[in-house]
């Protein structure tokens, strides 16, 4: 036998769907009889490779902890600590070296937080392949065998039947009743109907009908079928294609605390610079001993400058931010996520599973009689019929329903089964299974088990349109009864009477034109339509077969299907709309019952219209930006249409959600700013390639995660206006000092300049004022309504320029109350005191501390009074209340006065210290009012 082609230089099997199967038989060398021998499959099988998808090296843990330093705020506390060492070094390295020590504790803290709770690195090529991990049937040498899929290759028989999941792409021989679920893939949400026929070239993925697929499953039916293409080259080897080539954009609140980050090192290098330089000039340098101050000097400025806690601290929000969205069934696999979340300004969501019940349910009945709909849809089995608004009770009307869900269901293979947990399971075709959840909503499923009993099938096929059954009706004498399921229009041709209430008329012109009439609206609401007729049969004729026992049928009435929206997803829709959201519906399905679904739950008005992946193909880059802005729902897209939507609205300056939870839309998944896999329904490979997955497949969980998001950004800005606003007021009191030390007094004997803090105190002001308050405001309770509100903009910083505005005025209100008290407790200077330089220090020490925690309730809002919700944040209170002991006893206790260069300070000191710093709240109240003055007027 002669080698096959390759795959993927084969034009034939680049297109199997369009070809005949003799012509691709012969391209692949096969005896579509015998299959490949099995020497020939171990051939192709060095060839080709395992039918399995290639994988990325998993990252070792050492370089994925390695990787929560590559941040520039990291970089600068790092280098905070090598100068700290270095003059601890050039000191003769007594004692420990504190300054140092605590500022790297807080590092290692900050990167073991973030490793822990990331820990779980992307794996969505692995979980793809651990999807295709089965066995397949398939014919070699002519006789049926089991293989692993993973040694399956181009030119294998594959024999399949219901229950399989399909190891490879390939192309159908036979088909016999073959429905394949290949949501997954297509997010088509219907078993899709199997034939073998040739189809066109340009037939997009969806409907190829004469195609199976690596990864879906066979829910009925039989089929033989011809292996196109294994491993990388099928359909689910190109998707993780695109996932391996789409790269994972950093979130917004990674780039704002990386610009942070370089812009606090950019000033801090320049501050001490400017420092630094400054003392050399104005102080007379005599020795190294000299210069080492001066050094010391600046790296206290550098201590002072750079917020030590804020990379632990934002972890430590954002993972209590991740704890609470998981007690709302939303869980977040990466921190930075939780605030892009509240950014988001598009959700882009599959239809299937995430705005509908991914279940099929009947929406209507129509008998000759009218309609009668069922009040609710799903698998429990409760509910009430209902017709023109009543209650369908016994009579004639009842008696048609009857028959109809009963006559659907027996003339299925469906069945649904109630779990020990009390939840109902389907086990067959969700379509035919829809017809037992309404016959047990009605209440006769029990009784119709018990009263018929099938004995013969004539099997459904793509040819004729339809399936019968052959039952013994117990209750009537056990009479043989055949009923047939279908197609409407093809049944209603095999139909010569009619179900009217309780009686059987001749079916006249009127009623069939108005049968059909009722089909073509049933088809208009994007409904899939089902007939169901039946005819009792004389004796011995059930031991007929073909169609002459379908004839002369009994026609009862046609059922319209659909996968019903969830009856939250609305209000949800309704929710993001209030918060400045767009939701966009993306889906594998028709564009008419994608835009029925759409139009139900309010995404679009009543008429509109979906755009087709076909249509996206036709558009270039500039066409489909433009579509953007006006389409809400795209239809019968694959998974690089689902990519170039989500790019186009990303080029767009929107932040995008996006849920799903097939296969098809993992790539788009990981490219959205924030992708949200479903927990239930979604494959493994959507839970890994997602940012984030909704325990409860539900899509009004994302807006409350949405809304929770917005409250932790909220947190956040407080908590960056106290941390930089408090750093600030260190930093303008240390530059200041020494730019005023002639004016203040701060130069000794020698002429030398004396620093306003000592290192040590600034590194204490940072451990006790930063850590817990700033912590305290990350779980700040909600107080304004965050969803009736705007999107933030990916432009707009989370720091802005009026954030910066207030951050310096508070720093700078910080520093003159801290250098005013320190003038007024030394002698000389603008303000005779008559305290000593320690007593002097430790009463600015003690103003800026409790400057600083003062400014913890003022940072809480903008414009918002510090009285408001006062004491709605009981850790708050409890973080300023330990910071106020802590600085108590660093005052008074002796030992910590010798490591921190403080003395006790007397009640009235103490008095003068708060009033003084109460004076930056005062300011920050003033401020605030006026802003809101001017605002209102």
Not at 666 to 680: E, N, R, T, V
């Amino acid at each position: 036998m002669s080698q096959p082609p390759v795959a993927d230089d084969s034009r034939l099997l680049k297109e199997p769907w369009h070809q005949q199967t003799t012509a691709l038989a012969e391209s692949l060398d096969t005896d579509i009889v015998r299959g490949l021998s099995t020497e020939e499959a171990r051939r192709r099988l060095d060839r080709f490779g395992p039918n399995a998808l290639k994988l990325e090296p998993a990252v070792p843990a050492w370089r994925h902890l390695l990787s929560q330093f590559r941040d520039p705020l990291v970089y600068l506390l790092l280098a905070a600590v090598g100068i700290t060492l270095l003059v601890w070094l050039s000191e003769g390295a007594g004692g420990w070296p504190i300054d140092a020590l605590v500022i790297l504790v807080i590092v290692l803290l900050n990167a073991l937080l973030g490793f822990f709770q990331e820990v779980r690195s992307q794996r969505a090529a692995a979980a793809l392949a651990r999807l295709g991990s089965v066995t397949s049937a398939v014919l070699r040498d002519g006789v049926p065998l089991r293989v692993p899929s993973v040694e399956l290759v181009p030119g294998d028989l594959l024999q399949l039947t219901e229950g399989d999941r399909v190891g490879a792409d390939a192309r159908l021989l036979q088909a016999h009743s073959l429905r394949v679920q290949e949501a997954s893939l297509t997010g088509e949400s219907d078993a899709v109907l199997k034939d073998a026929a040739v189809l066109p070239r340009d037939t997009p993925l969806a409907e190829r009908a004469n195609m199976v697929f690596k990864g879906t499953a066979v829910v009925q039916g039989t089929g033989m079928a011809l292996v196109t293409a294994s491993g990388m080259a099928t359909e689910m080897g190109r998707i993780a294609h695109l996932l391996a080539e789409t790269p994972e954009e950093a979130t917004p609140l990674q780039k704002e605390v990386r610009q942070i980050g370089i812009m606090l090192g950019r000033a801090v290098l320049l501050i001490a610079l400017l420092v630094v330089g400054t003392v050399l000039l104005m102080s007379e340098v005599r020795s190294w001993a000299d210069v080492e101050e001066v050094l010391l000097l600046g790296v206290s400025l550098a201590v002072a400058a750079v917020p030590e806690g804020l990379p632990a601290i934002l972890s430590l929000v954002l993972a209590i931010g991740v704890q609470r969205m998981a007690r709302r069934q939303a869980i977040v696999k990466k921190l930075s996520s939780v605030e892009t979340l509240g950014s988001a300004s598009v959700i882009c969501t599959d239809k299937t599973g995430t705005l509908t019940r991914s279940e099929m349910a009947i929406e209507k009945v129509v008998t000759a009689s009218g309609c009668s709909c069922p009040e609710g849809v799903g698998y429990e089995p409760v509910g009430e019929f209902r017709h023109q608004g009543q209650l369908i009770g016994p009579g004639p009307l009842h008696s048609e329903l009857v028959l109809m869900l009963s006559g659907g269901s027996l003339a299925g293979n469906a069945d649904l089964r109630q779990q020990t947990d009390g939840s109902w399971v389907i086990q067959g075709d969700p379509t035919e299974a829809a017809f037992l959840v309404a016959e047990r909503k009605l209440g006769v499923h029990e009784r119709r088990r018990e009263r018929f009993e099938r004995i013969a099938e004539i099997p459904f096929s793509s040819e004729r349109k339809r399936m019968a059954v052959i039952a013994i009706d117990h209750e009537n004498d056990d009479q043989r009864v055949i009923i047939v399921k279908g197609a409407p229009d093809v049944l209603l041709q095999h139909c010569t009477q009619a179900r009217v209430g309780m009686d059987v008329v001749p079916m006249s012109e009127a009623i069939r034109t108005r049968a059909l009439a009722d089909v073509d609206e049933l088809s208009d609401a994007a409904l899939r339509t089902l007939a169901v007729a039946y005819r009792p049969l004389a004796p011995g004729e059930d031991e007929r077969t073909g169609d002459a026992l379908e004839q002369g049928l009994i026609f009862v009435g046609t059922v319209g299907i659909i996968d019903p929206p969830r009856p939250e997803a609305a209000a949800a829709i309704q929710e993001a709309r209030r918060a400045g959201i767009r939701v966009i519906m993306i889906t594998g399905d028709h564009p008419r019952t994608a835009a029925r679904i759409a139009s139900d739950l309010g995404i679009i008005e009543a008429g509109g219209a979906a755009l087709t992946g076909a249509e996206i193909d036709a558009l270039d880059e500039a066409g489909l930006a433009q579509a953007v802005q006006q389409v809400s729902v795209y239809a019968r897209v694959d998974p690089a249409h689902k990519l170039r939507i989500v790019d186009a609205l990303q080029g767009q300056g929107h932040v995008v959600a996006m849920t799903g939870d097939g296969v098809n839309d993992a790539p788009a998944l990981k490219s959205a700013d924030i992708g949200a896999a479903m927990g239930i329904t979604g494959t493994e490979v959507t839970k890994e390639a997602g940012k984030m997955i909704l325990a409860d497949d539900n899509f009004a969980t994302i807006v409350a995660a949405v809304r929770e998001g917005r409250g932790i950004l909220d947190n956040i800005r407080k908590f960056l206006r106290y941390l930089l606003s408090s750093n600030m007021g260190e930093v303008l009191t240390v530059l200041l000092g020494v730019l005023a030390a002639q004016a203040l007094g701060l130069i000794d004997a020698s002429g030398a300049i004396v620093l306003p803090l000592l290192a040590t105190q600034i590194l204490w002001i940072n451990l006790i004022t930063d850590a817990a308050p700033a912590l305290a405001m990350g779980v700040d309770p909600q107080t304004d309504d965050v969803m009736n509100r705007r999107p933030r903009s990916p432009h707009e910083r989370i720091i802005d320029a009026r954030m910066w505005s207030g951050v310096l005025q508070v720093g700078l209100v910080m520093a003159i109350a801290t250098l005013f008290t320190l003038d007024l407790f030394m002698p000389g200077g603008l303000i005779e005191g008559d305290q000593s330089l320690e007593t002097a220090r430790t009463a600015a020490f003690t103003v800026l501390v409790f400057s600083q925690l003062f400014n913890a309730f003022n940072a809480r809002s903008e414009t918002g009074s510090a009285w408001r919700g006062l004491f709605v944040n009981r850790w708050l209170w409890g973080a300023v209340g330990l910071g106020a002991v802590l600085q108590v006893a660093v005052v008074h206790l002796d030992f910590l006065n010798q490591a921190f260069g403080t003395r006790a300070l007397e009640a009235s000191q103490w008095l003068q210290c708060l009033t003084i710093a109460s004076t930056v709240l005062c300011y920050s109240e003033t401020r605030k009012w006026l802003a809101r003055r001017m605002s209102d007027g």
